[in-house]
């Protein structure tokens, strides 16, 4: 399959983003066994839902070759999706560690995500080269 150069960055920098979010949900999925009350799921659910999400949209069509701000997007959303968590679970040590934990590295993966985005927003008008993708 032959790429653009432009179509190599905006999968590289799709698949930061879906990545991390993909790796981070399969990491919450035993924190779902681990919360006594459904309240305290939520904001897991919602993560990993918005994973699965972002996956498909990444999997589906030519998603992963355009440049598009859905991905991080996403990851905006998974973000305050924890600050709810720890807004939900205020008082409950035990409750909020995996929020604690996750908070940090959403923080620096937002902000590492969006520099990529902002540096990398004039691949549109790179000059079109084929690179060959191998199998």
């Known amino acids: 399959m032959i790429i653009k150069t432009r179509e190599a960055i905006n999968r590289g920098n799709n698949l930061l983003i879906v990545g991390f979010l993909a790796v981070t949900a399969s990491g919450l ?5 681990l919360e ?5 799921r939520a904001e897991d ?3 990993i ?7 498909f949209w990444y999997r589906r069509g030519s998603n992963r070759f355009q440049r598009s ?11 305050l999706a924890k600050i709810a968590g ?7 040590l035990a409750a909020m560690g995996d929020d604690l934990l996750l908070l940090p590295p959403l923080f620096v993966m937002m902000i590492v995500a969006g520099d990529v985005l902002y540096h990398t ?6 000059p079109d080269v084929d690179l060959t993708r191998s199998r």
Do not use: Q, T
């Open 29 to 33: 999925v035993a924190s779902l066994f």
């Open 36 to 40: 006594d009350e459904w309240i305290d």
């Open 45 to 47: 659910l919602v993560f």
């Open 49 to 55: 839902v918005l994973a699965i999400a972002a996956v």
């Open 69 to 79: 701000l859905m991905p991080y997007g996403l990851l905006a959303v998974a973000f």
């Open 86 to 92: 720890l807004l939900i679970e205020f008082g409950d």
């Open 121 to 126: 927003r004039r691949a549109e008008s790179l």
